[in-house]
């Protein structure tokens, strides 16, 4: 818990006429590794992205760009791939509702325990391939992956654990437009009208959740300091995303490593800021599903989805995310699916979904 992920080749892509990333988070950069390189997101030229983009960014933005610019399906493609990829979009799906079913635990030590899980799963992966050698990367590669997986999770956790779940998980998904919007003054591409419509159709989208007074009336007097967390948590991942691409020669199997230590720098700060809690068994199987799903082997299936499989299908589907995350908090009891939720839902991942689409030639 995220949008992780990468997801910024994937932004260059998106803002650039690929496939915008979609998080979260982890492993492998979805949004910009996904593109072409490690598993991450997608890098926005359609190579690997690399450590620096495995997470949300990977998600959806590897595979708007890897889309954008391999034309046609490519004749390779492996049916088996895609379904992995499919698969890592199932997983992060789940994110919020697993981080509800951890509630109870503070943001800093759910982000230790999920993230340490990840980590031993993520350098075993590594060790069997006989890749550690990977670890060793530049200072940067270690602060940008570092930072950008553990302050957007944390933020996220926390907003969910201050702020009505349904609410506090859509406005997270404003990262896609916002790496939309970033790429432009980052990377130097350009917007034009119909990604910006898109990146409105978002605005508005949550300002209608902002807005709505039944959610005003719902929520705690901690609501708005969890939803500036996890507006906060959507910026920090579109920066992740967006800056992922400068650093696209950083290889998948690193990510294990930014888990690793991530999981090292929550704990100290769980340890510093928080009161330890005892997790009870449920708690234990929700940080346990975190860790093996949405923050840990979503990120190596995306790799294998981004690299080997249809990066058009996926990053088109990469859009359903947001919608199914929703439904499923909202399933779960989470949350009311009201007519405010409902076109809301739409709004941002509609919105998303226009601005990836976008060409270069049309704006």
């Not at 201050?162 to 970033?182: C, R, S």
Request: proline share 6%; glycine share 16%.
């Amino acid at each position: 818990m995220a949008e992780r992920r990468e997801v910024a080749a994937g932004a260059e892509d998106a803002a650039g006429g690929g496939t915008l990333p979609l998080p979260s988070s982890g492993a492998t950069g979805t949004r910009q590794a996904a593109g072409g390189g490690s598993a991450g997101r997608a890098d926005p030229d359609g190579a690997p992205s690399g450590a620096a983009g495995h997470g949300a960014e990977g998600r959806a933005g590897s595979a708007r760009d890897a889309a954008g610019r391999s034309g046609p399906r490519r004749s390779g493609a492996s049916q088996g791939a895609t379904l992995a990829g499919i698969g890592a979009l199932m997983l992060w799906a789940t994110l919020a509702l697993l981080a509800r079913g951890a509630a109870g635990l503070p943001p800093f030590e759910l982000t230790a325990l999920g993230f340490g899980i990840a980590a031993v799963l993520g350098l075993a992966v590594v060790a069997l391939r006989g890749r550690l050698r990977a670890l060793r990367q530049p200072p940067l590669a270690w602060l940008h992956g570092v930072g950008g997986l553990f302050g957007y999770h944390a933020l996220y956790f926390a907003a969910l654990a201050l702020a009505p779940a349904v609410e506090a998980n859509l406005l997270n998904y404003l990262w896609p437009l916002l790496i939309v919007l970033l790429s432009a003054p980052l990377l130097g591409l350009r917007l034009g009208p119909r990604r910006l419509l898109g990146v409105a159709l978002g605005l508005l989208g949550c300002a209608l959740l902002l807005l709505d007074k039944g959610a005003g009336a719902a929520a705690g007097p901690d609501a708005p300091l969890g939803f500036a967390c996890a507006a906060a948590a959507a910026l920090v991942w579109a920066l992740y995303s967006v800056l992922a691409r400068r650093l696209a020669a950083v290889p998948t199997e690193a990510v294990a490593g930014f888990c690793a230590s991530a999981a090292i720098l929550a704990a100290l700060a769980h340890l510093g800021f928080e009161r330890s809690v005892a997790p009870t068994a449920g708690q234990w199987l929700a940080v346990l599903l975190l860790g093996l799903g949405p923050v840990g082997a979503a990120f190596f299936l995306w790799d294998v989805g981004m690299k080997r499989g249809d990066p058009r299908l996926l990053g088109t589907l990469a859009y359903a995310v947001p919608v199914a995350s929703t439904l499923l908090l909202i399933l779960a009891g989470e949350g009311a699916f009201g007519a405010s939720v409902g076109i809301a839902t739409l709004l941002v991942a509609g919105g998303g979904m226009l601005a990836a689409t976008a060409r270069d030639g049309g704006g």
